[in-house]
């Protein structure tokens, strides 16, 4: 190590003590994300146990014009955490902590670093729930769910990330602490600020502990596999079981015919509930806390629509075996790697132009070169899809741009997003101006300059 490297790390070691620091060498062993197999490039990585440990750090860093990436549980896809080997990486897993919850403001504490399943585990021993559900819950931080605004599974009943925060506390690139805990559901009183912490990527601030809503634990769920003869009727289907089922419908998961085989033939592990040569499958959730009746009225609302013509046949779930079974296949995204390396989308658009753009962006990707599978599924009821384009894995990067100039660019006609729930990161930067118009983005940089003046937090992110 260079002298320049030794007073970095004794400065930063002064600070958050000797095993809170890893040097260079010691967090390149470290991985750069969940899903990849390169090792973390940065000038060190800093583990603070304290909000005040952070806010010195980051004095430090403002002082001596020191770029950082602020990381989580590293589960993104986006890119958003990639660190240059000029960067210091902030790391939140010494600060985990659930630091209350209370059952009767139905709010929980908790220190950023977190990870997603044990607050949901500790909400439900209290016959509480938070709702915020994804794939990734074991690893991911909810201080990352914020900062990226996550969406996940729930979304058409709970909202995204950004409606489940009452309140944060940040820390700002100078170093200011903000406290913002607020724990109140209604509170008016002037802007408020948590909003541009959360979904703004570790690039106005650091969030180190939330303020989180609680709802009441659901007790019963009831699911079904719903096939359909056309597009036409997903929406009309959505909108029927919404209206009968009063507000408990939980989940709406759509898949393509293709996905639909993909994960129920082998070598997939998934057994088929329908015949598998519908073109259009859904999978719908509702929770709620009378067995009973929650059975009854679900089963009557499908009955109605099977009658209305509104689902071509159903499968219900009879058991919870039956509904892990039902949510394993919606999961089963890997099975797309049989084919080869996937270039993953996640773009959100209206409903009535849905089935147009699949079409029409199916089309153009089979005019590329080469044999493309090309899988679609995501959550419909939040106008959310994903699109797997499948490439031979040595031609991935040259094709890349291509799929996506084919993907982004059909979004564009309607002001289609993007980014539905990834966020920007670097991958969707050079698309942004489809989702958003030159005015919002000089607004983005107006409040970046003010926040962050220096650009020190997450450089080159987003735009
Ligand atoms: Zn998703």
Same mark, same amino acid.
């Given at each position: ?7 970095? %790390? ?49 004095? $430090?860093?403002?002082?001596? /014009? ?5 990381? @989580?549980?590293? *589960?993104?896809?986006?890119? @958003? ?8 990486? %902030? ?6 902590? %659930?630091?209350?919850? /209370?059952?009767?403001?139905? %709010? ?13 585990? &500790? ?24 900062? *990226? ?52 990527? @570790? ?16 007790? *019963?769920?009831?699911?079904?596999? &719903? ?19 009063? @507000? ?9 015919? /293709?996905? $639909? ?19 259009? $499958? ?12 929650? *059975? ?60 147009? $753009? ?106």
């Amino acid at each position: 190590m260079n002298s320049s490297e030794t007073t970095l %790390i004794g400065n930063l070691r002064a600070i958050v003590g000797i095993d809170g620091v890893l040097d260079e060498t010691e967090t390149a062993g470290r991985s750069a994300g969940v899903w990849r197999p390169d090792g973390l490039k940065a000038r060190a990585l800093v583990r603070p146990r304290t909000t005040g440990q952070l806010a010195a750090v980051m004095r $430090y860093c403002h002082t001596h /014009d020191q770029t950082v990436v602020t990381h @989580g549980g590293l *589960t993104g896809l986006v890119h @958003g955490a990639d660190t240059r080997p000029e960067d210091i990486v %902030i790391s939140l897993e010494r600060m985990r902590a %659930i630091e209350r919850i /209370d059952p009767i403001q139905r %709010i929980a504490q908790v220190e950023a670093g977190a990870t997603l399943q044990s607050i949901q585990e &500790a909400a439900e021993a209290l016959d509480l729930c938070f709702p915020l559900d994804l794939g990734a819950r074991g690893s991911a931080s909810i201080g990352g769910n914020a900062a *990226t605004n996550a969406g996940g599974n729930r979304v058409i009943r709970y909202g995204m990330a950004r409606d489940m925060v009452l309140g944060v506390e940040v820390v700002l690139a100078d170093g200011t602490i903000i406290p913002a805990l607020n724990q109140l559901i209604k509170n008016n009183a002037g802007y408020d600020l948590k909003h541009l912490f959360i979904g703004s990527e @570790g690039t106005l601030g650091i969030i180190t502990r939330l303020v989180l809503r609680l709802r009441e634990r659901p007790t *019963t769920t009831n699911m079904a596999f &719903a096939a359909f003869d056309n597009f036409e009727q997903i929406p009309q289907f959505l909108k029927h079981m919404d209206r009968a089922l009063g @507000g408990s419908l939980s989940a709406f998961e759509v898949m393509w015919q /293709d996905f $639909y085989q993909l994960v129920t033939r082998p070598p997939a592990k998934g057994q088929p509930p329908l015949a598998q040569n519908y073109p259009f $499958y859904a999978l719908l959730e509702s929770q709620g806390a009378d067995r009973e009746f929650d *059975t009854l009225r679900f089963n009557n609302a499908l009955e109605t629509a099977f009658e209305g013509e509104l689902i071509a046949d159903a499968a219900v779930a009879q058991s919870d075996a039956d509904c892990q079974a039902f949510w394993a296949l919606r999961d089963d995204v890997e099975q797309v790697m049989q084919f080869g390396r996937p270039v993953i989308f996640d773009i959100s658009l209206p409903l009535g132009e849905m089935e147009s $753009y699949a079409t029409r962006v199916s089309q153009q990707l089979r005019e590329l070169p080469g044999e493309m599978p090309v899988f679609i599924f995501g959550h419909l009821g939040d106008g959310n899809l994903h699109l797997a384009v499948v490439t031979p894995p040595a031609e991935n990067a040259a094709l890349r741009p291509k799929i996506e100039a084919v993907v982004y660019g059909g979004l564009a006609a309607f002001r289609g997003s993007v980014s539905a729930e990834h966020g920007v990161g670097l991958e969707k930067k050079p698309w942004l101006s489809i989702s958003r118009s030159a005015e919002e983005i000089a607004l983005m940089r107006t409040v970046k300059n003010a926040l962050d003046p220096k650009g020190l937090l997450n450089p080159g992110k987003i735009f």
